[in-house]
């Protein structure tokens, strides 16, 4: 367990990240920076490592900090629903999966441009390269399509 009131140094270690990240989480209003003592050195509590350790584990399952910050403020809200939480839970899921359906349309078309190239030759005559310099077919504009047509 960690010990209360620790250097930055020991919160960081206590909590998995760098001395940096707990600077960067303080600049954006997501722990507070304790005051600075006569002695010179802040100090920690161990709620500030559990918070930091929540705004991680909220980061690795694709939350924002800005959406880690609305998640701490649920959580601080004694007014706040378990239902306001899984309905951010539900749109974060929606867009991962929107995500991992980009990806896969990605996959298709490069899967389509590796078949279609001959797999030597002279890099001019490449059909992969020729391929990303067609504009999509029926698209408006080159970022409007994710994936390429043979013609």
Do not use: H, W
Not at 16 to 23: D, E, N, Q, Y
Not at 70 to 97: F, H, N
């Amino acid at each position: 367990m960690a010990k209360a009131n620790m250097t930055i140094g020991r919160a960081a270690k206590a909590a998995g990240v760098r001395i940096a990240t707990i600077r960067f989480y303080e600049r954006r209003g997501l722990i507070a920076q304790p005051r600075k003592p006569e002695s010179g050195y802040r100090t920690y509590p161990d709620e500030t490592v559990s918070r930091i350790r929540f705004i991680r584990q909220a980061q690795e399952i694709g939350f924002s900090l800005a959406e880690v910050a609305e998640l701490l403020s649920l959580r601080a809200d004694p007014r706040a629903d378990c239902g306001d939480v899984r309905a951010r839970a539900i749109g974060k899921r929606a867009e991962v999966q929107a995500k991992l359906d980009q990806l896969t349309q990605i996959r298709a078309a490069l899967d389509e441009l590796i078949a279609s190239c001959p797999g030597g030759g002279n890099v001019r005559a490449c059909t992969i390269l020729d391929a990303m310099q067609r504009e999509p077919a029926g698209a408006e504009t080159a970022t409007s399509s994710t994936t390429f047509r043979s013609r």
